[in-house]
């Protein structure tokens, strides 16, 4: 074998040892349990046990269990994902993982209870968004701070969030269009929006079962606008019934457009037409808690749908790099979740696919009554 060549690969495997082991004692300090250091959230030691977290974990959010053999249940649940955020601390550095109020679900059930995308193939008759310049696009922008985005909200255990992505969009850009700025009607979606892509069989949405953001403008374009919230509140359930009512509406539907995978067509389109619904896979975000998430391998299924407010930029540690940019994303499981409700995510290859379903829509004055 050439020396040269033998070289390298020693050298080679030394820097990913010395990496691999500086991201280990990020993720799990100098502690050897299967617990990592962000467990505690300020009022405990990693050391005293699973047993010990699991009970800060039922006070801070609220658990109780209806027999010993569901809280017996739950709390293996729990060991588990806590092994599970150490994995996910391990792959995703940059970020912090630990406890947050889904760490008494499975994986499947978190898919079941929370997240909801449907038929995620784009609908055929999609508009294209514009290409527009990017030569002028600031280093960072947060819609947040220019008054285009409401409090974050919570969908609870229903599979809604893509009601949440689509008022989210129309919330930004009905605020572009008038001026004022509207929460709107989630559950309007939830109980009335049924539509469906043609070409797909079972793309339906569905309420708590899940839908499509481009579904919901579509549903929109055609009753005519959403509610507020505060006429239409969310109640987080498949209702059964559709109390739309036509003199209510808040907001409606220009149009609304399909953005180029090109990120910054993404930052473009972000920055002139106000935020973006955007899907993604949320694998990591069972477990997050802050930071910029940048994980080494997640799968680029969409399975959840978000809000696109912003981008920036920051340095991290272990590993020093230079600024890491990234996404600023509105979630939409309460305040509790997250940076006060809030994911960062790594910009620059499509992590997770959040470049791969962006829409963004154009609002126009509801009619006055």
């Not at 701070?145 to 809604?160: E, F, L, R, W």
Request: charged content about 20%; proline content about 5%; aromatic content about 10%.
């Amino acid at each position: 074998m050439d020396r040269n060549y033998s070289l390298f690969v020693v050298f080679s495997l030394l820097f990913v040892s010395a990496i691999s082991s500086e991201i280990e004692n990020v993720a799990v300090g100098s502690n050897a349990e299967p617990l990592i250091q962000q467990v505690v959230d300020g009022d405990g030691d990693p050391r005293l046990g699973a047993e010990h977290h699991f009970s800060l974990f039922k006070r801070r959010f609220g658990k109780s269990y209806a027999s010993k053999e569901e809280h017996d249940y739950r709390f293996k649940v729990f060991r588990a994902n806590l092994r599970r955020a150490r994995r996910h601390q391990s792959l995703d550095p940059s970020a912090i993982h630990g406890v947050t109020q889904f760490s008494d679900l499975t994986p499947s059930e978190f898919r079941k209870q929370v997240l909801g995308l449907r038929g995620v193939r784009l609908p055929s008759d999609a508009n294209k968004a514009p290409i527009l310049p990017t030569d002028d696009l600031p280093s960072n922008f947060d819609w947040r701070d220019h008054g285009a985005v409401t409090p974050v909200k919570n969908q609870g255990s229903c599979g809604s969030c893509w009601s949440f992505s689509a008022t989210g969009a129309l919330e930004g850009a009905h605020y572009l269009a008038t001026g004022e700025l509207v929460s709107l009607s989630e559950q309007q979606l939830v109980d009335c929006d049924h539509e469906c892509d043609p070409e797909e069989p079972g793309s339906c949405d569905a309420g708590c079962n899940g839908g499509l953001m481009n579904s919901a403008f579509e549903y929109i374009l055609k009753s005519g606008g959403v509610m507020r919230e505060e006429d239409y509140p969310y109640t987080g359930s498949d209702r059964g019934s559709c109390n739309f009512d036509k003199k209510k509406i808040a907001a409606s539907v220009a149009n609304f457009s399909v953005v180029s995978l090109d990120e910054d067509q993404i930052a473009a389109n972000l920055a002139k037409n106000g935020p973006l619904a955007v899907a993604i896979n949320a694998v990591f975000m069972q477990t997050y808690i802050g930071g910029v998430s940048c994980p080494y391998i997640c799968s680029r299924r969409l399975d959840h749908g978000v809000l696109l407010v912003g981008y920036g930029s920051a340095g991290y540690a272990p590993i020093r790099m230079k600024e890491k940019p990234y996404w600023i994303i509105k979630n939409s499981w309460g305040e509790n979740w997250g940076e006060n409700g809030y994911y960062k995510i790594c910009r620059g290859r499509n992590v997770c696919g959040v470049d791969s379903m962006v829409s963004t829509v154009a609002a126009v004055h509801a009619p006055s009554h």
